[in-house]
C-alpha cells in the first residue's frame, strides 16, 4: 500500500513538472514570437506641432510633412544670428548635428562666430520657396538673406540653401548645410 501510494505521488509530481514544462514553453515561444514582432514592427510617434494637425513620425522613413517643418525651423535657426546669440547660434546647431558630422560642421561654424564676433553684423532670412526629397534625405530652402550692420540693411540677396539629412531610428539629424551656388552667383 505504501509502494502504491508513493507510485501515485510520484506521477502526480512527474505530471505537474511535465505541465510546468509544457506552459514555461509555451509562454517561452510567445515571448519569442512577439519579440521577434516588435523588433520588426515599424515604430510611431505622433507629434503634435505648431500647425495644428497631428503629424507622425515612423521608423519606416521620413515623412514629406515632417521634413518640411524640420527644414524650416533648421533653416531659420541655422541663418538667423547676430553677434549677441552666436554661442547660442552654435550650440543650437550643433545639438541637431549627426554625431559623424559634428567635427566638421563645428569647423564650419566657428569660423564663422570667429569673423563676426565683435562685429555689428546680423544677418536673418526670409524663406519664400521650398523643395523637399524624403527618400533622398535632403532639401532645400530659397528665399532673401537680409544682412544688417548696426541698424541699417546692407543688402537683401535671393540664396538658395540646401540641407542634407540623416534618419536612423525615430531621429532625424543635420549632417551638411551650405549655400548652393550657380553660375550666375559664381560671376558675381
Known amino acids: 500500500m505504501e509502494i502504491s501510494h508513493t507510485h501515485a505521488q510520484s506521477q502526480r509530481v512527474l505530471r505537474q513538472r511535465n505541465l510546468l514544462v509544457l506552459v514555461a514553453s509555451a509562454l517561452g515561444a510567445l515571448a519569442a514570437i512577439l519579440l521577434l514582432v516588435t523588433a520588426t514592427r515599424d515604430r510611431e510617434v505622433v507629434l503634435q506641432p505648431v500647425l495644428g494637425s497631428a503629424l507622425a513620425v515612423s521608423s519606416a522613413g521620413v515623412s514629406r510633412e515632417y521634413l518640411e517643418l524640420i527644414t524650416r525651423d ?22 541637431i548635428t ?14 564663422i562666430v ?37 541698424n541699417k540693411v546692407v543688402s537683401k540677396e535671393r540664396r538658395t540653401f540646401r540641407f542634407d539629412w540623416q534618419y536612423s531610428g525615430l531621429s532625424l539629424k543635420l549632417v551638411g548645410f551650405g549655400m548652393v551656388t550657380t553660375g550666375k552667383e559664381k560671376d558675381q
Open 114 to 150: 570667429n569673423e563676426q564676433r565683435g562685429s555689428s553684423i546680423s544677418q536673418f532670412f526670409t524663406i519664400q520657396t521650398m523643395e523637399i526629397d524624403p527618400k533622398n534625405l535632403w532639401s532645400t530652402v530659397t528665399g532673401d538673406l537680409h544682412t544688417i550692420v548696426g
Open 74 to 95: 533648421t533653416a531659420v535657426l541655422t541663418l538667423d544670428r547676430s553677434p549677441s546669440n552666436l554661442e547660442y547660434w552654435m550650440k543650437s546647431v550643433l545639438d
Open 98 to 111: 549627426a554625431p559623424s558630422a559634428q567635427g566638421k560642421i563645428r569647423a564650419e561654424l566657428m569660423k
